[in-house]
């Protein structure tokens, strides 16, 4: 076993969906309401409920691999896909590098659970959805040539990056004050950007030898 390749599992896995997860959605939204409604828990309680949604998505991935998935066709047809929103992930992250600012209001509180509207308004998001398909479909079938703890590598990672940066907005907004400076957050877009383009080259590089394959 490639054992660099097996620590880049968690690595890669962090910095793409950091990049996805420092776009502003529903989610953000979302996190940014709850936080000023109920402090700083309500950003890392609304990530369970998403947590525990992906969580599901990926079993029921791993559960149709033995079935058709696992096909050079289908991989190949995946990495292409994955590697065209990669790309136009990363060119929005590099234009919203350019003037993007930080939102911190409080008009995204919804009244429930943080955890169940962390599972509603993740499922309700069809961005969400399209992104498992192509990216995190791809994702944990590339992972699955490492097992079981090549895909619990990706999830981690996956996910420590949503608990991150959801954390920490929602700190932001619990203290009432920005700790992020607009010049900041427009480097992490402009830094998350470049390496989605480069990412995206491998998931194409991969997808093709799949389809010369099949």
């Given amino acids: 076993m490639d054992w660099w390749l097996l620590a880049g599992v968690p690595v890669t896995s962090f910095i793409v ?12 939204t979302l996190t940014v309401g ?14 369970v409920g998403h947590a525990l949604l992906e969580l599901a998505l990926v ?23 994955g590697a065209g929103l990669l790309w136009w992930m990363g060119l929005g992250l590099l234009k919203a590098s350019r ?3 930080l939102e911190i209001d409080s008009k995204g509180a919804s009244g429930l659970n943080p955890i169940v509207a962390g599972v509603l308004m993740s499922a309700a998001n069809p961005y969400w959805l399209i992104w ?16 079981w703890l090549g895909v619990a590598l ?51 590089v991969q997808g093709v030898k799949f389809l010369l394959n099949s």
């Fill in 154 to 204: 990706f999830f981690i990672g996956h996910i420590l990056a949503d608990f991150a940066w959801y954390t920490l907005v929602s700190g932001a907004v619990a203290q009432g004050r920005r700790l992020i400076s607009d010049r900041l957050y427009q480097g992490f877009l402009a830094g998350c950007g470049v390496f989605l383009f480069g990412f995206g080259g491998y998931f194409a």
């Fill in 99 to 101: 003037h993007g600012h």
């Fill in 17 to 28: 969906a950091l990049s996805g997860a420092l776009m502003p959605g529903p989610l953000l």
């Fill in 34 to 47: 709850e936080a000023a409604r109920r402090g700083f828990w309500a950003g890392p309680l609304i990530i």
């Fill in 59 to 81: 079993l029921l991935i791993l559960a149709g691999v033995g079935v058709w998935l696992h096909r050079p066709l289908v991989l190949g047809l995946v990495g292409v896909l």
């Fill in 132 to 147: 498992w398909l192509t990216i995190g479909l791809g994702y944990v079938m590339f992972s699955m040539k490492y097992g």
